[in-house]
């Protein structure tokens, strides 16, 4: 089992800065990528980047260029560093974690979600 614990959401105006933490926990080997996902009120939750385990990024457009996804390997921690945020960028952003344990199954964890509210 993984454990996966966000924290750092909390309001801001717009143009802030916000950086997210994801910590894992638990049985974490054969993690090998992780994700930022988020969900505003009455919309699907949405892919917002990704980090592999050899450190390949993928970002969805509307965050091109505003948000950098990193991890720290040594703390267990991937991070979302979000600048010059907007308020359609308002939502509960999740983590989640995709372990492969063997060619045939691969497990998905999922954290409890943290909120980021922008609005002045």
């Known amino acids: 089992q993984v454990q996966l614990v966000e924290s750092g959401g909390d309001l801001v105006q717009p143009g802030g800065s916000l950086r997210l933490s994801c910590v894992a926990s638990?049985?974490?080997?054969?993690?090998?990528?992780t994700h930022w996902y988020r969900q505003a009120p009455g919309k699907q939750r949405e892919l917002v980047a990704t980090?592999?385990?050899?450190?390949?990024?993928v970002y969805r457009d509307s965050v091109k260029g505003r948000f950098t996804i990193s991890r720290d390997n040594a703390k267990n921690t991937v991070y979302l560093q979000m600048n010059s945020l907007k308020p359609e960028d308002t939502a509960v952003y999740y983590c989640?974690?995709?372990?492969?344990?063997?060619?045939?199954?691969?497990?998905?964890?999922w954290g409890q979600g943290t909120q980021v509210t922008v609005s002045s």
């Open positions: 989640r974690a995709d372990q492969r344990l063997n060619d045939a199954t691969v497990n998905i964890y």
């Open positions: 638990g049985s974490i080997f054969r993690i090998y990528a």
């Open positions: 980090i592999t385990s050899d450190d390949s990024t």
